[in-house]
T-cell receptor, first 115, second 114 residues
Framework: DAGVIQSPRHEVTEMGQEVTLRCKPI?????LFWYRQTMMRGLELLIY????????DSGMPEDRFSAKMPNASFSTLKIQPSEPRDSAVYFC?????????????FGPGTRLTVL | AQSVTQLGSHVSVSEGALVLLRCNYSSSVPPYLFWYVQYPNQGLQLLLKYTSAATLVKGINGFEAEFKKSETSFHLTKPSAHMSDAAEYFC????????????FGAGTRLAVHP
């Protein structure tokens, strides 16, 4: 199994530009999570999808952030317009929902730098 | 509401020494608990999890953790540290909400010295 795949691994952009992060979950997993990791705030859950439907987006910081999951094998997290304070590592994770203790499998992350 | 506290943001040990990383949880329901490890420039990887089957849980790379309800603790241990254990370690608890939302601790960075 290839694991959770994220692209790009690194992204450097200028303030005001649109940024799109991509995630391919593990085949057969029906739960998908987007996280943000910073030194100041640690790991934060941004949004949770189940069966391609957004269930909990309470962690999305503001309207500049949006996420979609058009099918079971692909999700995007978009920031428009980007700001320097969005600089962070963004992780995608997937799991199944058969049991509440099923672990989440994390991708390698996308390191975003907004200049 | 569930929460996790990791005592010590940085722990330093010598190679071959005991590793002890502390985690205390708060939960209104029987908890499901996890330890994840993050190596530099990588995502999080599951070390072990507690699902109420056994209080002593063995994980990968020689790590284990013991669930102690009376102390609300789930400390991570390894008898002998290796240089390759240097990483950041996160304790997490499943939220009591309707899905397997993880509540993470702040993390403990482990340094291993020769």
């Amino acid at each position: 199994d290839a694991g959770v795949i994220q692209s790009p691994r690194h992204e450097v952009t200028e303030m005001g530009q649109e940024v799109t992060l991509r995630c391919k979950p593990i085949s057969g997993h029906n739960s998908l999570f987007w996280y943000r990791q910073t030194m100041m705030r640690g790991l934060e859950l941004l949004i949770y999808f189940n069966n391609n439907v957004p269930i909990d987006d309470s962690g999305m910081p503001e309207d500049r952030f949006s996420a979609k999951m058009p099918n079971a094998s692909f999700s995007t997290l978009k920031i428009q317009p980007s700001e320097p304070r969005d600089s962070a590592v963004y992780f995608c994770a997937s799991s199944t929902d058969r049991e509440r203790y099923n672990e989440q499998f994390f991708g390698p992350g996308t390191r975003l730098t907004v200049l | 509401a569930q929460s996790v506290t990791q005592l010590g943001s940085h722990v330093s040990v010598s190679e071959g020494a005991l590793v002890l990383l502390r985690c205390n949880y708060s939960s209104s329901v029987p908890p499901y608990l996890f330890w994840y490890v993050q190596y530099p420039n990588q995502g999080l990887q599951l070390l072990l999890k507690y699902t109420s089957a056994a209080t002593l849980v063995k994980g990968i790379n020689g790590f284990e953790a013991e669930f102690k309800k009376s102390e609300t603790s789930f400390h991570l241990t390894k008898p002998s540290a290796h240089m390759s254990d240097a990483a950041e370690y996160f304790c997490a608890v499943i939220s009591s909400g309707g899905y397997n939302k993880l509540i993470f601790g702040a993390g403990t960075r482990l340094a291993v010295h020769p």
